[in-house]
């Protein structure tokens, strides 16, 4: 199994473009989430997923889009970038079918620049 | 509201032991404890549902006061690869279950030889 995987890894926009960050699972998890590590701050959850179909916002999502078409992919998209969103993004998933929040998995992380 | 932790960051010579406090103003389902070593992804260490303790794995371990919602971590007899940053989340009690973990911002623990 890949586990979970983010591209790129790495990735600078000017402020104003538009970007997709992918994020892509392969253990059939229900759960997926994103969410953002600035220095100092810890991890923000900004969207969420329980299934195909499904999403709902976290604590920070203004700014961000995200889609869930598929139970393995959970695209996230910048509508128009901002300083404010140079970032370490991390995407993440878990066998969560209902109940508490199981353990979960984190991709590498995309580190995103926007000068 | 992201739980508080404490200290924000230890250094501990091997063999020496330690505790990382998670504290939150809600009332909690869940807490659950991760480690992020420099530039690499978060790393799960254990979950504490409210009235139970778990054991993790090697010499980590916690516990889980529902009444005050705290939660400690303890890390015993540390080791070099216990070096790292340790997060707790929180997921708040609700209905029908949150799906939502917040962090704390992180207590920074560096044990060296």
């Known amino acids: 199994n890949a586990g979970v995987t983010q591209t790129p890894k790495f990735q600078v926009l000017k402020t104003g473009q538009s970007m997709t960050l992918q994020c892509a699972q392969d253990m059939n998890h229900e759960y997926m989430s994103w969410y953002r590590q600035d220095p100092g701050m810890g991890l923000r959850l900004i969207h969420y997923?329980?299934?195909?179909?499904?999403?709902d916002q976290g604590e920070v999502p203004n700014g961000y889009n995200v889609s869930r078409s598929t139970t393995e992919d959970f695209p996230l998209r910048l509508l128009s970038a901002a300083p404010s969103q140079t970032s370490v993004y991390f995407c993440?998933?878990?066998?969560?079918?209902?109940?508490?929040?199981?353990?979960?998995?984190f991709g590498p992380g995309t580190r995103l620049t926007v000068t | 509201q992201q739980p508080v932790q404490s200290p924000q960051a230890v250094i501990l010579r091997e063999g020496e032991d330690a505790v990382i406090n998670c504290s939150s103003s809600?009332?909690?389902?869940?807490v659950h404890w991760y480690r992020q070593k420099h530039g690499e992804a978060p790393i799960f260490l254990m979950i504490?549902?409210?009235?139970?303790e778990q054991k993790g794995h090697d010499k980590i371990s916690a516990s889980f006061n529902e009444k005050k919602q705290q939660s400690s971590l303890y890390l015993t007899a540390s080791q070099l690869s216990y070096s790292g940053t340790y997060f707790c989340?929180?997921?708040?009690?609700?209905?029908?279950?949150?799906?939502?973990?917040?962090f704390g911002k992180g207590t920074k623990l560096s044990v060296i030889p």
């Open positions: 989340g929180t997921e708040p009690r609700t209905g029908a279950g949150s799906y939502q973990l917040t």
């Open positions: 997923s329980v299934g195909a179909g499904i999403t």
């Open positions: 993440a998933s878990s066998y969560s079918k209902q109940g508490p929040l199981n353990e979960q998995y």
């Open positions: 809600k009332a909690l389902y869940s």
């Open positions: 504490l549902l409210k009235g139970g």
